[in-house]
């Protein structure tokens, strides 16, 4: 059973509805006005908080073109042939965080 808390001045419990988080992902496409306009159309639609991921490519993986680190033909991300490449481009930097939130 969930203990009652509050979070943002929004209780969370098993007599409440549910507190939905939006997950952003890298959907902003490296544009930071984009990523306030996600996080602005995810309030309208009724997300209580928006989930972001910041890393860099460096953070989470190898600079790497041996095999384990390709990305497969087969993918929709391709186009990135690493999988540095694609975090890379799909990062949300720190520097966006303090006016993100």
Known sequence: M???SIF???SINNDVPTYIIAEMSAN????FDTAIKIIRE?????ADAVKIQTYRGDTITLNSDQEDFLIPDTSPWKEHK???SLYETASTPWEWHKELF
């Open 8 to 10: 943002k001045n929004k």
């Open 82 to 84: 690493t999988l540095y």
């Open 28 to 31: 902003h496409g490296g544009d």
């Open 2 to 4: 969930l203990k009652h």
């Open 42 to 46: 995810a309030k309208q639609c009724g």
